[in-house]
């Protein structure tokens, strides 16, 4: 007989699975059958499986795994998939290779959690229960923010974070690169960017100097890693504010060019911004063209909130630039700034993406991020924007997991449990049909001021992420079924070595949280 249904505990929950009788056997004579275009995918499945199953896997034109690109199933879109177990054979097919990427996943989690492990894992045989399920997700875009800018996070890191994400059919990774408190990415035209920009003397008067910077071909290496497994990096480069550490680099990008500031070393909204002559947009087009050259992405986020204009008010280049353009006064500086950086980038066939602070204040053509308010998100579907979910009280992972004693450092706020992030619909409800069908996507972010440990990052990531990636995924909600699920799927965090809330310290999780 065949396991209880719910033992499965696939997350996200495909959108229709049936259960037959029956197992496959994986062992050493499984060969895999690769049929053109789907290459990656066989690749890929190799890479996951081999090390703990010791299963070679090698391509075989009577292999049991079949791999196949199939038109006809065009109905999935560009992500859906169709995997069927059977005892003698298992058949995964997709119209697109990214499905085929996603079915991998799904096998891996059909396996027992014991084939996640990183080195060999002493077994008999594996077996993959028999199954039959199509699957395709609800939003297009599914993704999670880190903030390697406040803290420096090494790229080997980086690549196990995509390997989770891709777990979890999660789809896009966005870096958040530069901020005040310090610039990660290389420009070569600029290099003071991160030889000064990179670093800062001290954090919140600690005394001990932190940076980092990555290097043009760790970046590459990352973007190739990640494609692999079916997921965007999209780099965020923050302007026109946030951009403390650049005029630290260069002050003429400042609005007071002959004075010399350092990195910023608290954490808050820092009042230095770019200023607005040639110069600043000069210096943007050169890191947009960097940027462009080193992450294909069709996506390129600039930031662009908590922008204070202060410094505007005085600045003659700023001031001549309100007078020049017809701008209202200087808040105005912000949205025009931003206006010239997105048209560089579509004139390059990228699209911008911006954080909103109230849904109507980014200029035409870019993607929405509404951060402070979810109805904001509503203003900015009616004004023809795409929107991506990413209210801060449902998405931003920073803010604690749990009230109490023995909780890591977070984001000052009440906590947000597991359960607040899987309850909030990826498509506000109450919006009407032309307004959902703006939403595209859904994510979730982990701003690192809080948190300077990849293992304090993990912690507070898991479980949280993995709701997200279910109700972004999946049109079904059911927190009960969802809790039973995640329970079993624990099993493959801790295979993962995952440090999520309830393994990170001694505080137990409480019914909510765990499910």
Known sequence: MPAPREALALVPRPLKLARRFGSFTLGPGTALRVAPGTEGAAALLRELLTPATGCPLPAAPDGQIILVLDSALGGTGEEGYGLTVA????????????????GVQTLRQLLPAETLRPGPVRAERWELPCVEITDRPLLARRGFLIDVARHFQ???????????????????????????????????????????????????????PHGG?????????LVAYAAARGVEIVPEINVPGHARAAIAAYPHLGNDPARSLPVWTRWGVCDTVLGMGEASL????????????????????????ECPSTEWHHAPSALERVRAEGLPGPEALRGWFLGQAGRHLAAHDRVPLG???????????F???????????????????????????????????????????????????????????PVPPGWEPEAARQVVGRQAALWSEYAPTAAHLEYLAFPRLTALAERAWS?????????????????????????????????????????
Do not use: C
């Open 213 to 221: 910077a990555y290097t043009t071909a760790e970046l590459r290496g």
């Open 87 to 102: 005892t003698d054979a298992v058949l995964l097919r997709a119209a697109r290779p990214a499905g085929l990427l996603h």
């Open 367 to 425: 993607i929405v991020l509404p951060w402070r308010d979810t109805d904001h998100g509503l203003a900015a579907a009616r004004r023809g924007h795409r929107v991506i979910t990413s209210a801060h009280r449902t998405s931003y992972l920073d803010y604690p997991q749990h009230a109490g004693p023995g909780e890591p450092p977070g984001q000052p706020g009440a906590p947000l449990t597991l359960r607040q992030v899987y309850e909030a619909d």
């Open 355 to 365: 954080w909103s602070e109230n849904g109507t204040d980014l200029p035409p053509g």
């Open 282 to 305: 000069g210096f943007v087009r050169t890191v947009l063209d960097e940027v462009m050259d080193v992450f294909p992405s069709p996506h390129v986020h600039l930031g662009g909130d």
């Open 154 to 208: 090494p790229v080997a890191w980086l690549r196990r974070l995509v390997d989770l994400l891709a777990l979890h059919k999660l789809n896009v990774l966005q870096l958040h690169l530069t901020d005040d408190q310090g610039w990660r990415m290389p420009v070569p035209a600029l290099p003071r960017l991160t030889e000064i920009g990179g670093t800062r003397a001290e954090t919140l008067g600690d005394g001990v």
């Open 475 to 515: 049109p079904r909600r059911d927190w009960d079924d969802f809790g039973a699920r995640l329970t079993r799927h624990r099993l493959r965090l801790d295979a993962l070595g995952v440090r999520g809330a309830d393994r990170f310290s001694d505080t137990p999780s409480t019914g909510e949280e765990t499910g």
